[in-house]
C-alpha cells in the first residue's frame, strides 16, 4: 500500500530549497507520488510565500500545502525544461508534453499570473486502464448500443458532459473499439486540440490555430485524405459543427465530445448552432451524455437519521439521503486505504438519447426547447442521469452527498441538467 498522502508534504519540506537539485527532487517526488496516487491533475499556484500545490484525485481537487519555489533552482522552471518549453518566457502561456515514464504520459501547461508563472500538469496514466468501451463501466443498455452504433459506417457520435467528465477517455475507448473491430481495413483519423494520448491504429493530428491550422480547416483538409472513421476532439463553434455533420452524411463515422448538461441540451446546442434541424435528425447517430462520481470505499457506513452532515460543502442535514427518492444508503466514513476520503475511484452516470423517431424526431424538426425535447426522451424509453444516480446510492455504490456534488441540488427537480 502506497505511503499515506500526509507522508508527502513532510517530504517535500524536507528537500534543501537553497540546493541546486531542490527543483529536480521536488518534481520527481511530486510527480511519482501523482501517478502513484492516479491523479488526474497536480496545480502549482504561485503565491507571495512560493507555491501552493493541489491536486485532483477522483475528481475532486485536494491541497497538499505551501512549499518554496526553490532559491537556487525553480520549480516550475524544472517542469518547463521537462516539457520542451522555452523557460526564457515567463509573460505567455505555453504547453508541451513530458516524455513518458513507464506508463505514463503528462502534459504541461504554463500561464503567467500575479506572483509568477502557475503550473498545471495533466496525467492520463490513470486512464489506460480504460482501454475499451466494455472497460468504461455503462450500463448494459447503454453499452450495448453505442457498440452496434460503432460498427456503423456513417452518422456522427456525439459525446456530452461538463469538463472532467471523461469524455475524451470514452471517445478514445470508442476508437480503440474501432481500431479492434476493423482489423486496419478501416482508415481512421483525428483531429485534436491537443492530443492527448496516443492511439495505436489513429492517424493523429492537432490543431495550430497560430498557423491558421484550426478545427474547420483541418476537418476540410482531413476529408480528401480518404478517412472512414473521423474524430473532432471537440465541437466548439457552429462552423466545425456544421463540417463535422456535413461528414457524417456523405459516409463518413464521426465521433466528437461537446459540452452539454444532458442528452437533451445537448441536442438543443447542436441545432441552436444553426445545424439544420433535418441534417441532425438523419445524422446524428447517438448522444451520449455522462458524468462520473466518486464510488465509496469499502469503509462506509449505512446512513441513519442526522448522519449526512456537512458533506463535500453541502450544508448540514438531518436527512441522511439528502432529498434523494431513495429508501437506503451508505455515506462516507475514512479509513487509511482512502487515504480517510471515503472514496476509491470512480463510477460512471450515463443516458443514451433514443433514435431520433416518433415524436422526438418531430420535435427535432419543430426546434422544441430543451425541456420538450427531454420529456419526449424519457418518454421514449431513457433512463436520465438523475434515476441512475439515485440506483448507485441505493445500491450503496456512491453517497447521496455526492450525488448531490457532481448533479446539484436542483436535480430531480424534473427537468435535464443545464
Known amino acids: 500500500m502506497p505511503a499515506p498522502v500526509a507522508d508527502l508534504p513532510t517530504r517535500l519540506r524536507g528537500l534543501d530549497a537553497a540546493g541546486y ?47 518554496p519555489s526553490g532559491q537556487a533552482a525553480d520549480v516550475v522552471t524544472r517542469l518547463k525544461v521537462l516539457a520542451g518549453l522555452l523557460t526564457y518566457k515567463t509573460d505567455v502561456p505555453q504547453e508541451g508534453r513530458i516524455p513518458a515514464t513507464g506508463d505514463c504520459e503528462m502534459r504541461v501547461s504554463t500561464f503567467p499570473t500575479l506572483h509568477g508563472e502557475r503550473a498545471v500538469v495533466r496525467l492520463f496514466a490513470a486512464e489506460r486502464q480504460f482501454i475499451t468501451v466494455a472497460d468504461l463501466g455503462l450500463p448494459g443498455e447503454i453499452e450495448a448500443p453505442l457498440m452496434s452504433l460503432l460498427d456503423e459506417t456513417s452518422g456522427a457520435i456525439l459525446i456530452t458532459g461538463p469538463a472532467g467528465s471523461g469524455k475524451t477517455t470514452t471517445a478514445y475507448a470508442c476508437l480503440r473499439h474501432i481500431t479492434a473491430r476493423s482489423h486496419g481495413q478501416r482508415s481512421i483519423v483525428s483531429l485534436e486540440d491537443p492530443i492527448e494520448m496516443a492511439l495505436d491504429g489513429v492517424a493523429q493530428s492537432q490543431v495550430n490555430p497560430a498557423a491558421g491550422f484550426d478545427l474547420p480547416t483541418g476537418l476540410r483538409s482531413l476529408m480528401r485524405q480518404d478517412p472512414e472513421v473521423i474524430l473532432v476532439g471537440e465541437v466548439r463553434d457552429a462552423q466545425t459543427a456544421a463540417t463535422a455533420f456535413q461528414a457524417s452524411l456523405t459516409g463518413h463515422l464521426v465521433l466528437s465530445t461537446f459540452h452539454a448538461g444532458s442528452a437533451a441540451s445537448g441536442l438543443a446546442r447542436v441545432i441552436d448552432l444553426g445545424i439544420e434541424p433535418y441534417l441532425v435528425r438523419s445524422g446524428l447517430r447517438a448522444m451520449l451524455h455522462q458524468r462520473l462520481v466518486r464510488r465509496l470505499c469499502e469503509c462506509a457506513q449505512a446512513a441513519t437519521p442526522g448522519s449526512a452532515g456537512p458533506t463535500a460543502g ?105
Open 21 to 67: 537539485d531542490y527543483a529536480t527532487q521536488f518534481v520527481e517526488l511530486l510527480l511519482a507520488e501523482a501517478r502513484e496516487r492516479a491523479t488526474s491533475d497536480v496545480h502549482l499556484q504561485p503565491t507571495p510565500q512560493g507555491l501552493a500545490i493541489r491536486w485532483r484525485i477522483d475528481g475532486v481537487l485536494q491541497p497538499l500545502g505551501e512549499f
Open 314 to 418: 453541502l450544508p448540514s442535514s438531518a436527512d441522511p439521503f439528502l432529498g434523494l427518492p431513495i429508501k437506503t444508503a451508505r455515506i462516507a466514513a475514512g479509513c487509511p486505504k482512502c487515504s480517510q476520503t471515503s472514496y476509491l475511484g470512480r463510477l460512471v452516470l450515463a443516458e443514451l438519447l433514443p433514435p431520433l423517431e416518433g415524436d422526438l424526431g418531430r420535435a427535432v424538426l419543430a426546434r422544441s426547447d430543451v425541456h420538450e425535447l427531454h420529456r419526449l426522451a424519457m418518454a421514449a424509453g431513457m433512463t436520465e442521469i438523475y434515476e441512475r444516480a439515485c440506483q448507485a446510492a441505493e445500491a450503496g455504490q456512491t453517497d447521496p452527498a455526492e450525488i448531490r456534488r457532481v448533479l446539484g441540488l436542483n436535480a430531480g427537480s424534473g427537468t435535464p441538467a443545464e
